[in-house]
């Protein structure tokens, strides 16, 4: 029987008090404290999850690769990782999944220094944050409403550092059903937050054909309406490249592009969780991160 509990806290205490057997889509809070209990088994793999920050090129700035740069170069990723994902998250080093074959971490990384993102943005045009009050519109962040307790902290964290550099950013929760349509229909969300992209398609090239081709090519997310020549031929000729070494060094070359332009700000991955009753077991990983109930064994 699956019952449909939408708060996670009351999913939480009925799977303590022992009225269910499993649970999922809890807040790393809640997966954290419940690896405490002696009564539940939280269940974890690096699959393909991760979150990262959209910066639309159709948004000035955010068309200035050096705002870019000066954005991702101010981004706490420990912070994040420790304080918003109690260590159970890494810094993603790429912008698809680690764990897919044919991922290639690029030459050009972007850690978190603070002074070398006031540099940028002063080498921008912007020091300290100057001529940024142009562009009310772009410096809010947008995320989903109803994942404010799993987004919330790395928004306010988000927040925190950028004013520290001289960006104001206003905090922009909305619905998910009007954040879907802004990111994935009308993508025109200046600054997302997002966490639930995921390519279910098990490949490099999959996860690049999903959303960083020009949609005028057959792009099919590209949320931050990013194109690239380069990134579109060179997709398109890995597909038919039968030699695997060759496909493989043709992916890593679209990777080097990718992070050069910084189609997205890469932020972390982190694992999938499932919270379930200590004498379950037969927990199996599928890409589209959804138990299926028949691998499930629970004690005799």
Known sequence: VVKKVPQSANRVAILLSGGAQFSEHLTPKEYDSL????????????????????????????????????????????????????????????????????????????????????????????????????????????????????????????????????????????????????????????????AHIKPIGVDAAYGTLLSYVSANKGGILNSANYSSDMVDGTLYGSLAEGNNDKRNEMLAAIQEQLMADLVVIPILEFRTHWATAASVTGVVWHPDNALRLHDLKPAK
Do not use: C
């Open 35 to 194: 690896s405490r209990s002696k009564n539940v088994s939280v269940v974890g793999v690096k699959g393909n999850e991760n979150m990262f920050m959209i910066l639309n090129f159709k948004s000035p700035p955010f068309d200035n690769p050096l705002v870019r740069q000066a954005i991702a170069h101010a981004v706490p990723y420990d912070r994040i990782i420790d304080t918003s994902y109690f260590g159970k998250a890494h810094k993603w080093l790429g912008v698809v999944p680690s764990t897919y074959p044919g991922f290639h971490v690029a030459s050009t990384q972007y850690d978190y220094n603070p002074e070398k993102a006031k540099a940028l943005l002063a080498e921008a045009g912007y020091p300290g944050g100057e001529g940024l009050e142009a562009f009310p519109d772009s410096f809010k962040l947008t995320y989903m409403l109803e994942r404010e307790s799993e987004m919330g902290p790395t928004a306010t964290i988000l927040h925190t550092a950028l004013r520290e550099i001289g960006i104001n950013v206003e905090l922009n929760p909305i619905p998910q059903a009007q954040y879907g349509d802004r990111e994935l229909v009308k993508k025109d969300l200046p600054m997302g937050l997002t």
